[in-house]
Protein backbone atom coordinates (compact mmCIF):
# COMPACT_ATOMS: atom_id res chain seq x y z
CA UNK A 1 0.00 0.00 0.00
CA UNK A 2 1.58 3.21 -1.18
CA UNK A 3 0.43 6.33 1.00
CA UNK A 4 1.62 9.98 -0.24
CA UNK A 5 1.30 12.48 2.29
CA UNK A 6 2.18 16.15 1.88
CA UNK A 7 2.72 19.04 4.26
CA UNK A 8 3.79 22.24 4.57
CA UNK A 9 1.64 24.51 2.89
CA UNK A 10 -0.24 27.21 4.61
CA UNK A 11 -0.75 31.07 4.16
CA UNK A 12 2.03 33.81 3.46
CA UNK A 13 2.40 37.25 1.47
CA UNK A 14 3.11 37.46 -2.06
CA UNK A 15 6.90 37.56 -2.57
CA UNK A 16 7.20 35.06 0.52
CA UNK A 17 8.58 31.53 0.60
CA UNK A 18 7.13 28.12 1.90
CA UNK A 19 8.51 24.34 1.55
CA UNK A 20 6.11 21.65 0.63
CA UNK A 21 6.95 17.78 1.79
CA UNK A 22 5.45 14.93 0.51
CA UNK A 23 6.62 11.71 2.82
CA UNK A 24 6.45 8.43 0.73
CA UNK A 25 5.70 5.10 1.50
CA UNK A 26 4.65 1.19 0.58
CA UNK A 27 7.52 0.54 -1.58
CA UNK A 28 10.62 1.06 -2.83
CA UNK A 29 10.99 4.26 -5.51
CA UNK A 30 14.20 3.97 -6.83
CA UNK A 31 12.54 3.82 -10.38
CA UNK A 32 9.68 5.99 -10.16
CA UNK A 33 9.51 9.37 -10.82
CA UNK A 34 7.88 11.99 -8.14
CA UNK A 35 5.65 15.19 -9.42
CA UNK A 36 3.92 18.02 -7.81
CA UNK A 37 0.32 19.35 -9.25
CA UNK A 38 -1.97 22.15 -8.72
CA UNK A 39 -5.23 22.89 -8.48
CA UNK A 40 -6.92 26.44 -8.57
CA UNK A 41 -10.66 26.96 -7.66
CA UNK A 42 -12.46 26.32 -11.28
CA UNK A 43 -9.64 25.69 -12.77
CA UNK A 44 -7.87 21.76 -14.68
CA UNK A 45 -5.21 20.62 -12.08
CA UNK A 46 -1.40 21.27 -14.00
CA UNK A 47 1.18 20.13 -13.74
CA UNK A 48 4.16 21.70 -11.20
CA UNK A 49 7.44 19.85 -11.36
CA UNK A 50 8.78 16.41 -11.34
CA UNK A 51 11.54 14.63 -10.01
CA UNK A 52 13.14 11.27 -10.99
CA UNK A 53 14.20 9.26 -7.61
CA UNK A 54 17.12 7.57 -8.94
CA UNK A 55 19.21 9.86 -10.76
CA UNK A 56 17.27 13.64 -9.68
CA UNK A 57 16.23 14.75 -12.99
CA UNK A 58 14.28 17.89 -12.54
CA UNK A 59 11.36 19.28 -14.82
CA UNK A 60 9.46 22.51 -14.28
CA UNK A 61 6.54 24.02 -15.66
CA UNK A 62 7.30 26.86 -16.93
CA UNK A 63 5.23 29.52 -14.83
CA UNK A 64 7.00 28.17 -12.06
CA UNK A 65 10.76 28.12 -13.35
CA UNK A 66 12.99 30.01 -11.27
CA UNK A 67 11.06 30.18 -8.48
CA UNK A 68 10.59 26.95 -7.26
CA UNK A 69 12.81 24.06 -6.90
CA UNK A 70 11.60 20.52 -6.15
CA UNK A 71 14.27 17.64 -4.50
CA UNK A 72 14.18 15.03 -2.89
CA UNK A 73 15.63 13.10 -0.03
CA UNK A 74 16.05 9.27 -0.88
CA UNK A 75 17.07 8.19 2.58
CA UNK A 76 13.73 9.59 4.17
CA UNK A 77 11.80 8.78 1.06
CA UNK A 78 10.67 12.46 1.05
CA UNK A 79 10.37 14.88 -2.13
CA UNK A 80 10.01 18.95 -1.55
CA UNK A 81 9.13 21.64 -3.53
CA UNK A 82 10.75 24.96 -2.14
CA UNK A 83 8.49 27.60 -3.84
CA UNK A 84 9.80 31.23 -3.50
CA UNK A 85 8.60 34.46 -4.44
CA UNK A 86 5.19 33.18 -4.21
CA UNK A 87 2.60 35.10 -6.35
CA UNK A 88 -0.83 35.14 -5.41
CA UNK A 89 -1.79 32.60 -8.77
CA UNK A 90 0.03 29.99 -7.16
CA UNK A 91 -2.64 29.82 -5.05
CA UNK A 92 -3.88 26.31 -5.20
CA UNK A 93 -4.13 23.08 -3.60
CA UNK A 94 -0.76 21.12 -3.88
CA UNK A 95 -0.57 17.29 -4.62
CA UNK A 96 2.13 14.95 -5.38
CA UNK A 97 1.87 12.02 -7.22
CA UNK A 98 4.26 9.07 -8.56
CA UNK A 99 4.17 6.71 -11.18
CA UNK A 100 7.18 5.13 -12.94
CA UNK A 101 7.78 7.65 -15.49
CA UNK A 102 6.65 10.76 -16.20
CA UNK A 103 4.56 10.38 -18.98
CA UNK A 104 2.35 7.86 -16.84
CA UNK A 105 2.68 10.70 -14.18
CA UNK A 106 1.22 13.48 -16.88
CA UNK A 107 -1.16 10.81 -17.94
CA UNK A 108 -3.19 10.60 -14.19
CA UNK A 109 -0.05 9.13 -11.99
CA UNK A 110 -0.48 5.80 -9.91
CA UNK A 111 -0.47 7.07 -6.62
CA UNK A 112 -1.87 10.52 -5.13
CA UNK A 113 -1.57 12.22 -1.46
CA UNK A 114 -4.16 14.09 -0.31
CA UNK A 115 -3.23 17.22 -0.85
CA UNK A 116 -2.11 20.55 0.85
CA UNK A 117 -3.74 24.23 1.05
CA UNK A 118 -1.30 26.77 -0.55
CA UNK A 119 -2.97 30.63 -0.49
CA UNK A 120 -0.45 33.76 -1.35
CA UNK A 121 -2.21 36.79 -0.50
CA UNK A 122 -1.65 40.20 -2.55
Known amino acids: QVTLVESGGGLVQAGGSLRLSCAAS????????MGWFRQAPGKEREFVAS????????VYADSVKGRFTISRDNAKNTVYLQMNSLKPEDTAIYYC???????????????WGQGTQVTVSS
Open 97 to 111: AVDQNRERLLEGGRY
Open 26 to 33: GRPFSNYV
Open 51 to 58: ITWRVGTT
